[in-house]
């Protein structure tokens, strides 16, 4: 039988597949009673670990801030259930770009410029509207922090890293994947 999730709201979710994890939760695909398929993360966090919580807490309130862009992943709800936080979000059924690059790269093919040249679109402006608009920074664009809708659409994904600024903030931290981040900063 399948696994049930019921909101906050009342709201009766059917978990379908796991369709990726990290080092802080899971993320399924789900269903609704009106046949929508969307994205559920489930992050665990410890009630002792305020530190945790409040990252998450961050991150649901960027993606609020962030989901009326269409390059960006849009945020349907979220709630807390014991020791954990439910994210639920936009299902892009195209997956991340890094698995897409990586089926292309096995199967010795290549994207097209036309294919390229929307994809740099794309990003460039979720990227435009976060800094100029909201005046946050992602801090861990990586393809697989960037997924592929329906239509193949890019949209940025993850949050949990980004960072709200204010008037003259500066951001003094380094973060991110190390793989993807430049080699001044590696050192």
Not at 22 to 27: C, I, S
Not at 142 to 153: F, Q, R, S, Y
Request: aromatic residues 6%; glycine residues 6%; contains cysteine.
């Amino acid at each position: 039988m399948p696994r049930t999730i019921i909101t906050h709201k009342g709201q009766t979710l059917t978990v379908l597949k796991t369709i990726g994890s990290g080092q802080f939760g899971v993320a399924s695909t789900v269903r609704t009673r009106d046949g929508t398929t969307l994205c559920l993360k489930e992050v665990t966090v410890r009630h002792a670990d305020e530190g945790a919580r409040e990252a998450v807490l961050q991150e649901v309130q960027l993606m609020k801030e962030t989901c009326a862009h269409p390059n960006v992943v849009s945020f349907k709800d979220s709630w807390f259930d014991r020791h954990r936080m439910y994210i639920l979000m936009e299902f892009c059924p195209n997956g991340a770009l890094d698995k897409v690059v990586e089926e292309y790269a096995l199967a010795k093919k290549r994207f097209t410029p036309v294919k390229i040249t929307q994809w740099l679109q794309d990003l460039a402006d979720a990227v435009r509207y976060i800094h100029d608009a909201l005046k946050i920074m992602h801090r861990d664009i990586k393809p697989a922090n960037i997924l592929i809708d329906k239509l193949g659409t890019l949209k940025l994904a993850d949050f949990g890293l980004g960072k709200k600024l204010g008037g003259n903030d500066l951001a003094a931290t380094y973060v991110g994947t190390p793989i993807y981040m430049s080699p001044e900063l590696c050192l």
